[in-house]
């Protein structure tokens, strides 16, 4: 893993925002960011570090992405995001996602902190939850970051990269 082209990232588009950081994950203002006076909706989704594994403690998690490719995929995400949920049934004509945010978290994350945050605003609910998942199932499969888990007991070196998987 080069760890030189992990870098933070920022990419604003009409779609929404997409952030890489290696600062913690301010949940508030992220999920502030998407606030609407046109929106019914917001969903938010936060991964956090848990403390097990498949019956392991996990001390710490770790995070390394190709940035300059993973923040234009994530781009890409909420670009196609607008056309796979469908409008509401309550208003056809509107659009069914007003803001995005997808940001994730780079380098260590201790367990109980966040390690990636989407909040999506939309006039109606279904839509704001289907957005949220759509865009979270595909970060995992698509985005070019990867995470090596930390155990109590085991050797720093044995820990393993390990490519996001969808769930």
Known sequence: MDSTSSIAAQLKTDDGVCVLTYDPLDTASIISSVSSDAAGAQA???????????????????????SKL??????????????VVSRSDHDPAASPLILCALYHRLGTVPVGEPSIVIAVSSPHRKEAFRACEYILEEVKLKAQIWKREYYEG??????????????
């Open 70 to 83: 993973a923040i234009k995929t994530m781009a890409d995400i909420l670009r196609a995001v607008r056309s």
């Open 44 to 66: 938010v989704f936060i991964g956090t570090t848990r403390n097990s594994f498949k019956g392991k403690v996990v001390t710490r998690l770790e995070y390394q992405a190709y």
């Open 154 to 167: 085991d050797r720093e070196e044995d820990a393993k990269w390990k490519a996001n998987t969808a769930s």
